[in-house]
T-cell receptor, first 111, second 110 residues
Framework: KQEVTQIPAALSVPEGENLVLNCSFT??????LQWFRQDPGKGLTSLLL?????REQTSGRLNASLDKSSGRSTLYIAASQPGDSATYLC??????????FGTGTRLTIIP | DGGITQSPKYLFRKEGQNVTLSCEQN?????MYWYRQDPGQGLRLIYY???????QKGDIAEGYSVSREKKESFPLTVTSAQKNPTAFYLC?????????FGQGTRLTVV
């Protein structure tokens, strides 16, 4: 079964610190991987998309990496801010156009 | 603006009622999806449609129904057969490489 796992479920860090969120998946034959942000009671906002042929993508303070051989992706957030507090979801497309989601990491940035 | 519109934002259902959640997109995407989100859990796929007049069951389709008569629209009906419908429902469309989501509908059984 194709599964996506995110650990930890929750993370609190002081403002200004750099941090890494983790995502692991069970099948290396992926089409792409997306990182989303979700604020409470809201929909999902796409942050970064990594195609299977890519190793990383960057947008501002965010950097996402992909290692298919180990079944892992990381989302690196530099110089964290209180506005970064949200739930971050990793979603993998395993080639059949169906996104499979992890359970998310709830991030709290402490001012 | 291009995007996905879900309505209503909040919906209340009485026991035994069917209710329909709306999802409209003007992105010209062929594929559309419905997900359910429960507290502390990831998104679970209910139904998806890759083309007009065609749709497939996802992982938790029981108690739900959909239609895809137009490319722009993919309504989800929560039937009385769904015993625990209280959840947050999210609609998405697929650009061939990237997914885009609406703002969700929160359904509560009263």
């Amino acid at each position: 079964k194709q599964e996506v796992t995110q650990i930890p479920a929750a993370l609190s860090v002081p403002e200004g610190e750099n941090l890494v969120l983790n995502c692991s998946f069970t099948d290396s034959a992926i089409y792409n991987l997306q990182w989303f942000r979700q604020d409470p009671g809201k929909g999902l906002t796409s942050l970064l998309l990594i195609q299977s042929s890519q190793r990383e993508q960057t947008s501002g303070r965010l950097n996402a990496s992909l290692d298919k051989s180990s079944g892992r992706s990381t989302l690196y957030i530099a110089a964290s801010q209180p506005g970064d507090s949200a739930t971050y979801l990793c979603a993998v497309t395993f080639g059949n156009e169906k996104l499979t989601f992890g359970t998310g990491t709830r991030l709290t940035i402490i001012p | 603006d291009g995007g996905i519109t879900q309505s209503p934002k909040y919906l209340f259902r009485k026991e035994g009622q069917n209710v329909t959640l709306s999802c409209e997109q003007n992105l010209n995407h062929d594929a559309m999806y419905w997900y359910r989100q429960d507290p502390g859990q990831g998104l679970r796929l209910i139904y998806y449609s890759q083309i007009v007049n065609d749709f497939q069951k996802g992982d938790i389709a029981e108690g739900y129904s959909v239609s895809r008569e137009k490319k722009e629209s993919f309504p989800l009906t929560v039937t009385s057969a769904q015993k625990n419908p209280t959840a947050f429902y999210l609609c998405a469309s697929w650009a061939g490489y990237e997914a885009f989501f609406g703002q969700g509908t929160r359904l509560t059984v009263v």
